[in-house]
Every structure is written in C-alpha cells, then in structure tokens.
C-alpha cells in the first residue's frame, strides 16, 4: 500500500512563495508518476504538475513558469513562486502507476 503524506503548506502574501513536500512510502517509487492536483472550494480537483519516473514534467498553463515539481529519492516537491490569490487549494500529492493514490492535502492559502 502506498501512503503520501504532504507538508509546507500554509498561509502567503501574492508574490509569495512556499514549497510544498510529498514523503511517498512504496518499495518502487522510482517507478511512479508523481504528480501534484488543487481543489479550490466549489471547483473540480485539478492537475497542477507532474513528473514521470524519467524526469519528464508537465504544467497546467496556469502555473507555467511560476512552479517546479521535482523528485529525490521518495520525495516530490512543488515550488511554487510569484503566488496569486486564485493559487489558494488545497494541493494533494498523487502517486499512479496503475493504480492511482492520494495523500490528505495541505492547504495553500494566499492572501493579503
């Protein structure tokens, strides 16, 4: 069974930054697609970055140029620069490699 749990989270002004951790516990990490979603209040969860076992990485166009998902060993992170409100989720780790997992989510709030 796969667990993610997420961390760095919390509460920035816009044009803020903060980078957000993923400790994956799998034995074949290396083999998963690691990827972070969002969920604001009231809208669908959607893809904000993913990374291949390769390296090979993938933006939503809302957040190119501003964020950087990378791995290391069982970790992912997501930095995340020149933060806007319409950035505030909650941001959730996922792992897929067939099956699809999900951590419980850290909330991203930016505000002034």
């Known amino acids: 069974q796969v667990q993610l749990v997420e961390s760095g989270g919390g509460l920035v002004q816009p044009g803020g930054s903060l980078r957000l951790s993923c400790a994956a516990s799998v034995s074949i990490f290396r083999l998963y697609v690691m990827g972070w979603y969002r969920q604001a209040p009231g809208k669908q969860r959607e893809l904000v970055a993913a990374i291949t076992s390769s390296g090979t990485t993938n933006y939503a166009d809302s957040v190119k140029g501003r964020f950087t998902i990378s791995r290391d060993n069982a970790m992912v992170y997501l930095q995340m620069n020149s933060l806007k409100p319409e950035d505030t989720a909650v941001y959730y780790c996922?792992?897929?490699?067939?099956?699809?997992?999900w951590g419980q989510g850290t909330q991203v709030t930016v505000s002034s």
């Open positions: 996922n792992a897929r490699y067939g099956s699809s997992y």
